[in-house]
């Protein structure tokens, strides 16, 4: 059996949050355990279908230690123990009562203790000033409801293991919509909460003609007033541009794709908003290692086809034993979830792997590979969601959905931010491109440099290494103005700031073109990005076909997570 070979980093972040430890604190198991307390469990499910478990549970472990694939932090928390709660994505409805709001807290406070993240949309709670019946007062409005959600978030910690993450999610064309888009403008302010403004069609077509539109009060469906498009279209845009929130989902978009519309209509995403979900719906998340998929040296590497489409098959069985396996903690959700059986594969180490190949991440070469890629896992995931259908069954709402040929899975992926397992990989996140080529790490009285693998193995090989280099590395983002650094490698060895927001939303396009759900990005921008900069951006997501959009300017939030929104 192989060993697991893991980063310091790595086991670092396993030891603190992933291992089991005795209730005096000490750890009880070593990586190599957990992963294969992960595969047992997960395999178990093969029971219920009459397929062989052990070969399975080989099959699984080998995967996660040779770290090809990760599922979800969840799973590898709460896989054999007493929470089996291994979902990260959860959308919980919110009703317009009193009863309604407060079950909705109760239940996210249940699923943040679990390890979930919940996302809600507030579209229903009637605006504020409008009548209560009841008690002949005026209501409160969504905003000051989804402070309490904040404040009870605050208070659950997640068992010590992940702080609790929501979406908040609202329609534009809610009365609310102004407090809504500036509800974040304050730091201070709902801090457990990315929010989200939906954007209806009804709405583009307004602002593209420069027209006004309809705002409409959910309780009474009537309309209340009207509202100047580009202007709320601009107001978006400068609180984004202020501090990175709001950001935007095309909610019309996502619905046009929603695999089973008879069962529900989808209202919100999950807190970094790649997983939209029906209301009480989960799904579990799982991320192939692109940078693990590669062929031959560094810089002129190939994808090793063979190899993703058996990780993938593997990866989809994985994925729809953990449907299986969880418990959550409301019976609605086990129904929505076991009705739909939606999965969420996805990648990370993309921007690695274009390193191996030798390809620039602002380039239309990784693009185009990028859909390549993409497309290869979509299909072949569904070709397994299929062949899993044939032999379990197609998923129970399959007669009420959108697709003629049989599917396990009501959707196959997803790609998620990756914020805590890619760094259990080792690898860069999601389909984020790199920060920088090297950190400093501060140990006891010592200031050590890491740097990037990738680049530490070319750097040596090129002879180009030594103390001063190191030192440069570490203190800029960007290896672009390093005399010494060959241009040949200036080119490939891009980070984020180098890339310009366009060459983001591409790659974003990109494998949104080939993903069920949708796709976890930051498009960021420079500092001195300018609100045309950014209204632009909004627009070419739009163009391209995206689901949402979400950008960060540099130094705009302070101590705000760079890279994805997690909240990890
Ligand atoms: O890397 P890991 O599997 O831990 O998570 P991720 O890919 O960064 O995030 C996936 C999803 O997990 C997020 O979109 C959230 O729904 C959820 N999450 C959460 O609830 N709380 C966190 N602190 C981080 C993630």
Known sequence: MIEPDLSENSIRILEA???????DGNLIETPKDMFLRVANNIAEANAIYDEPVDKTAEEFYEMMAKLEFL??????????NDLQQLSACFVLPVEDSMDGIFDAIKNSALIHKSGGGTG???????PKNDIVKTTGGVASGPISFMRIFDEATNTVKQGGKRRGANMGVMRVDHPDIRDFITSKEDEDQLNNFNIS?????DFMEAYQNNEKYELINPRT???????????????????????????IIFLDKINEENPTPEIGEI???NPCGEQPLLPFEACNLGSINLSKMTEG????AEINYDKLAETVKKAVHFLDNVIDMSEFPLDKITEMVQGNRKIGLGVMGYSDMLLKLGLAYNSQEAVETAENIMGFINKKAREASHKLAKRRGPFPNFEKSIYEKEYRNATTTTIAPTGSISIIAGTSSGIEPLFALAYERHVIDETLVELHPIFAQIAEERGIMNDELKEKLASQSSIQKIDEIPDDLKEIFVTSHDITPEWHIKTQ???????DNAVSKTINFKNNASKNDVKEAYELAYKLDCKGITIYRDGSRSGQVLTTKSSD
């Open 221 to 247: 469906g009537k309309i209340t007033g009207l509202e100047d498009a580009s202007e709320i279209f601009n107001l978006i845009v400068e609180m984004a541009h202020k501090n990175g929130e709001p950001g």
């Open 120 to 126: 809600f949309s507030f579209s229903r709670i009637r």
């Open 17 to 23: 949050r992933y291992l089991k430890k005795d209730p």
């Open 297 to 300: 040296p560094i810089g002129e």
């Open 197 to 201: 403004v939906a954007i209806t069609e």
């Open 71 to 80: 599922p979800n932090s969840p799973t590898l928390m709460n896989a054999d």
């Open 509 to 515: 396009a990109a494998f949104q073109k080939y993903v």
């Open 267 to 269: 209202e919100s995403t």
